[in-house]
């Protein structure tokens, strides 16, 4: 399936995909129109320091998703067609058993409004993601697993061609 | 990131622009299009790296640090940002005129080279006015006492700039009151720097309040400074007809293209242009002659006293090297693209700096002095002249677009007009206002900005105040993307004018847009809002006159100085980028809304210049109504 893969050489830690997130969950879509928004809307990717190194992670969309296991309100599912972890908001009570259970801290507890936030791509929307569009340097992916490691190997090829 | 179709109006530079496709040259618009996403924490002015246990940045969702390191807030952080840019759009202004004023001593002294003072009733009045003694002595000994005075006001210590004298009484004392009346130019810039260092002012209100301060040292300091002794030296531009835009550049003659800021080495080089010597040398490298032209603020200083042509507005400088056509180009400082280095490699131009504070990458330097201006501009034309024969007839790819225009129009002379030559005084213009013929006059100024269609805004804007009997003034390159579309005409009065202007336009024989300079010249704009005060009828303090300021394509820091001086002479500033402060919710609620109640004058950011318009005929409305003028004459 397709996923948001990052390519950590290249991230900076900008948090624009933060931004971009936020702004893609909020209902006026705009940078400035967002940030004065109530409730302010949240954003599903987090830029977090691994080992020195930033590393903008959002939901992994598991083959075998913890979280759908221990939601008791049927709030997560795994969806067949695309394979990615949905949530519906309007189902979840709060009980933050998601954000226990999930193994890379992948879904964000908005407390004042005692719901979970996470990564639905965007409501997979065709097009690119809204992180991924956003990132200036190329760091966010999103395309099959065999289609990020091709684009790996052809940034390796380029960076050894230029001698770096 | 726009359609390539959609990156301008204007019809010389579309032409250019599908050259630039074919050829995959670069432009600002490809930059930016490459820039694209733009940094969110940048736009929102919440990114600090003023120190460096930083760089910090807030998040502007709540979740992540809502505190810098330090403990600044975004509001803190924003209005730092804020600060700083003012600090460097003053100094710039400021710097213009400081050099205007060591060039005008110089001259004085008989130490510059061509130089001379060229209008001196001028001078007489700006002396009188500074306090200097003018009876039974020569121009020179007064110029000498002007320029000490006029540097005098950049390291004065105590006390107040002298211009501030100009202002209506009331304002004047509202400056006071409000501890904003500026000491001194410099130091009120380098009081920014203090305190927007790390630990030292953390208000942001009071941090704007010096942003005014160091503003007000602009515009009505060295902005001012700046226009007063260039109309000494260089003379009082009279309305002058001229034609605009990258058809001016001639195929059979050398093209010299002029471009910056300052008119004191430009000015020159009109002088050395018109040598005989020199063009016969042209004639004899196959030329029909020598033609320049300018761009940007330097293009509007040699047109209004000279006529010279204008090549084209700020987002047109390369456009102008990619015509093939421009032997040499003359650069001297402020808004000019250091990837014009890299794109006269492309062609045969030559791309020369002068200004020993501004160089760049693949320019060649020919060190601008006052003591031989003359021979410096001498020189920098016999280098485009020997320079033609190498141009390429294959690159070359000169549009046909070029627009009549007036320009030239000044405190002194275009209101006067009004009331006749034998009768120079404001009073028609109050009563033109008072009586509901005239809504009000908005000056619109400022840059072009590859975020927004190029000229679009200035026009829309200029256009839909236009029909509503709203007089328009512009500087900058403003003005010259008006003057592109015909806006500088008088018969544009018929075409574009509601009738109470249209009256107007044509009874004084005047475009309905006028055309007031260069970005400085901003402070001739400052001098007519007082004169019309003066004159009676509209009220006794600026900010009571129907009027409003816009910068609809704004992009340089200098745009915030002025903006910031404008508002703070009490007139209704409407920008089309926002200040990059909305990060700081506090902040910008005090530039949008506290600051009126404090001056009289606030911002608004509004990116569609039809709603802007909107915005400001409403102002005008309402400024009227306090006045309680006539209702408007007709609908």
Redesign the interface.
């Given at each position: 399936m397709k996923e948001i893969y990052c390519d950590i050489n290249l991230c900076m830690a900008?948090?624009?995909c933060?931004?971009?997130c936020?702004?893609e969950h909020s209902k006026v879509k705009s940078?400035?129109g967002?940030?004065?928004e109530t409730p302010?809307?949240?954003?599903r990717v987090h830029v977090l320091g691994m080992k020195g190194r930033p590393l903008p992670l959002s939901c992994r969309h598991c083959d075998d998703p913890a979280c759908v296991k221990a939601c008791m309100a049927g709030v997560m599912k795994k969806s067949p067609k695309t394979g990615t972890v949905e949530s519906n908001p309007d189902k979840c009570v709060g009980c933050f058993m998601c954000v226990m259970v999930c193994p890379y801290g992948a879904i964000?507890p908005v407390l004042e409004m005692k719901k979970v936030a996470k990564c639905n791509h965007c409501e997979d929307k065709e097009g690119e993601k809204a992180c991924v569009?956003?990132?200036?340097t190329g760091a966010l992916f999103y395309g099959e697993p065999a289609e990020f490691e091709e684009c790996l190997k052809k940034r390796k090829q380029v960076s050894a061609g230029k001698g770096a | 990131m726009h359609d390539k179709k959609n990156r301008s109006v204007d019809p010389a530079a579309q032409k250019m622009i599908g050259k630039v496709c074919e050829t995959g040259l670069e432009t600002a618009w490809d930059r930016y299009d490459k820039m694209l996403p733009q940094c969110g924490f940048g736009e929102l002015g919440i990114c600090c790296r003023i120190c460096v246990m930083g760089p910090c940045r807030i998040d502007p969702f709540g979740e992540g640090p809502q505190r810098g390191i330090c403990g600044a807030t975004a509001d803190i952080i924003a209005a730092r940002n804020l600060l700083r840019m003012i600090a460097a759009g003053s100094a710039a202004h400021s710097d213009h005129g400081r050099d205007v004023a060591h060039t005008l001593l110089m001259a004085s002294e008989g130490k510059a080279e061509g130089y001379e003072v060229k209008d001196e009733k001028k001078l007489r009045t700006v002396a009188g006015e500074l306090g200097i003694k003018t009876e039974g002595r020569n121009k020179n000994e007064i110029a000498k006492d002007v320029a000490e005075k006029a540097f005098g006001e950049f390291g004065k210590q105590h006390g107040e700039l002298m211009f501030i004298q100009r202002a209506p009484k009331l304002r004047q004392d509202l400056w006071r009151k409000l501890g904003v009346v500026p000491r001194g130019i410099d130091r009120e810039i380098v009081e920014i720097m203090h305190r927007t260092n790390m630990g030292v002012d953390n208000d942001p209100e009071n941090m704007a309040m010096q942003g005014v301060r160091a503003s007000l040292g602009d515009g009505w300091g060295g902005s001012m400074i700046a226009t007063e002794l260039q109309d000494i030296l260089f003379g009082l531009p009279k309305p002058v007809r001229a034609q605009v835009n990258l058809g001016v550049l001639k195929e059979d003659e050398v093209n010299i293209v002029v471009h910056g800021h300052e008119p004191l080495l430009s000015d020159m080089v009109v002088t050395a242009a018109s040598d005989p010597e020199l063009l016969k040398l042209a004639g004899e490298k196959g030329a029909k002659g020598i033609t320049l032209a300018g761009i940007c603020c330097t293009a509007n200083e040699i047109l209004m006293r000279h006529g010279i042509p204008i090549a084209g507005n700020f987002l047109q400088q390369e456009l102008a090297v990619m015509t093939g056509a421009v032997d040499l180009m003359l650069v001297d400082v402020q808004c000019i693209m250091p990837g014009l280095g890299n794109l006269v490699k492309c062609f045969h131009t030559k791309f020369v700096s002068t200004s020993p504070k501004a160089k760049f990458p693949g320019a060649e330097h020919v060190q601008f002095k006052e003591e031989n201006g003359l021979s410096i501009a001498k020189k920098i034309v016999r280098m485009a002249i020997e320079n033609y024969p190498n141009r390429k007839k294959e690159n070359v790819l000169i549009p046909r677009e070029k627009t009549d225009l007036i320009a030239g129009f000044t405190a002194e002379s275009v209101f006067e007009f009004l009331g006749g030559k034998h009768r120079a005084t404001y009073r028609p213009l109050n009563d033109a206002v008072m009586s509901g013929r005239l809504r009000g006059a908005v000056g619109i100024v400022g840059c072009n900005n590859p975020k927004i269609t190029h000229d679009w805004a200035h026009l829309t804007l200029a256009k839909e105040l236009l029909k509503k009997d709203v007089l328009v003034v512009v500087t900058g390159c403003s003005a010259i993307a008006d003057a592109k579309a015909g806006l500088l005409q008088p018969e544009a009065a018929m075409k574009y004018a509601g009738k109470g202007l249209q009256e107007i336009c044509e009874t004084v024989g005047i475009p309905p847009v006028l055309h007031l300079g260069s970005c400085v010249d901003i402070s001739r704009i400052l001098v007519i809002l007082c004169n019309v005060v003066k004159e009676g009828g509209l009220g006794n303090d600026l900010s009571d006159l129907p009027v409003a300021g816009a910068a609809p394509e704004w992009m340089s820091e200098k745009a915030v100085s002025i903006a910031f001086y404008v508002a703070a002479s009490g007139v209704y500033t409407v920008l089309g980028q926002p200040f990059p402060v909305q990060g700081g919710k506090q902040f910008t609620d005090f530039l949008l809304k506290g600051m009126e109640d404090k001056f009289g004058g606030k911002f608004a950011f509004e990116p569609d210049p039809v709603k802007a318009a909107d915005l400001i005929v409403k102002h005008l409305d309402k400024k009227r109504e306090a006045l309680k003028l006539k209702p408007m004459m007709y609908k």
């Open positions: 900008c948090r624009s933060e931004l971009a936020a702004v940078l400035a967002a940030v004065n302010r809307p949240k954003q964000t569009s956003a990132c200036p | -």
